[in-house]
């Protein structure tokens, strides 16, 4: 499962200035629905003893791998919404600001208060784990709710920019699980074994 993630990212995976990795072709436009599939699926069975009753992601691209660990876990997934739309502003909603990686601008993210329950038990989920500012918003979220955080997932962990070790900090007792783990980007240097790891 992993194993078909890291050898597409090495194989089509381009590095763009700024540290960017463009993964158009199977992933952030085109996506390789059973691949991203499969790795749902080993979310699902990393966190099937955690209890997890509800899911939580960022939009857009978390949605992917969120959905098919959803529907192993048999949870239904909260995707948060990035600007407040008409249908939250007569309810209470939980707020936290992110900083987007791509574009290098404030985020604020909004969910319904209501969609939380201080029994759920909570797994958080993205696409990319990089600098850990929209998982720890995310996190943020979930301790407003009085929800518990039960765990961390991501599909690719960007690990050379401290978005693991930020959530470590914040969280030591609660679990990361990454599918694949990039230890380096340089623009114009193909990726490879070498930089390009299965997670843990």
Do not use: W
Not at 15 to 21: A, E, T
Not at 96 to 122: G, I, N, R, W
């Amino acid at each position: 499962m992993s194993t078909q993630l890291q050898n597409i990212v090495i194989k089509e995976g381009e590095v763009l200035p700024g540290g960017i990795l463009r993964l158009t072709s199977f992933f952030n436009h085109q996506v390789d629905a059973m691949m991203i599939s499969e790795c749902g699926g080993e979310i699902a069975e990393k966190f099937s003893g955690h209890g997890v009753t509800k899911i939580l992601t960022a939009p857009v691209s978390g949605v992917y791998p969120t959905m098919p660990t959803a529907i192993q876990l048999k949870v239904p997934f909260v995707v948060l919404r990035s600007s407040l739309p008409a249908t939250l502003k007569d309810v209470p909603v939980l707020k936290a600001v992110s900083k987007s990686h791509t574009k290098q601008t404030p985020v604020e993210f909004y969910a319904q208060a209501s969609l939380f329950k201080p029994t759920d038990k909570v797994l958080i989920m993205d696409d990319f784990l990089a600098t850990g500012t929209t998982m720890l918003s995310m996190a943020d979220i979930v301790k407003q709710s009085g929800a518990t955080i039960v765990g961390f997932a991501v599909l690719l962990d960007k690990a050379f920019e401290g978005g693991r070790a930020a959530l470590q900090a914040a969280y030591p007792d609660i679990p990361i699980h990454t599918c694949v783990s990039i230890t380096s980007l340089e623009e114009g240097k193909p990726l490879s074994l070498e930089n390009v790891f299965l997670g843990s």
